[in-house]
């Protein structure tokens, strides 16, 4: 009789997507992620209920937010060379 509840040799379990190393993303990067998410939802639905002012105003968070996520990411970058150049 086979077990149903049997596991998978440990050579298909090798190559699963959860044993990968998983990169740690910074805060600042993640609240840009956010701005420029939300407010591509806002642009929608000030285009959808044409709303002029509510589209500009989403825009301008989209581009609050994609300011926010390169500053912040060529900023970490640089400073993680810094840290790699003095050790």
Do not use: C, H, W
Not at 25 to 38: N, V
């Amino acid at each position: 009789m086979v077990d149903s509840k049997r596991r998978p040799s440990s050579s298909s379990s090798s190559s699963s997507p959860s044993k990968r190393k998983k990169k740690k993303m910074a805060g600042p990067l993640r609240a840009g992620i956010a701005l420029i998410i939300l407010g591509a939802f806002i642009v929608g639905l000030g285009t959808l209920f044409n709303r002029e002012s509510m589209s500009i105003y989403g825009f301008v968070v989209v581009a609050g937010g994609f300011f926010l996520y390169f500053v912040s990411y060529y900023y970490l970058e640089r400073i993680q060379k810094n840290k790699s150049k003095n050790q």
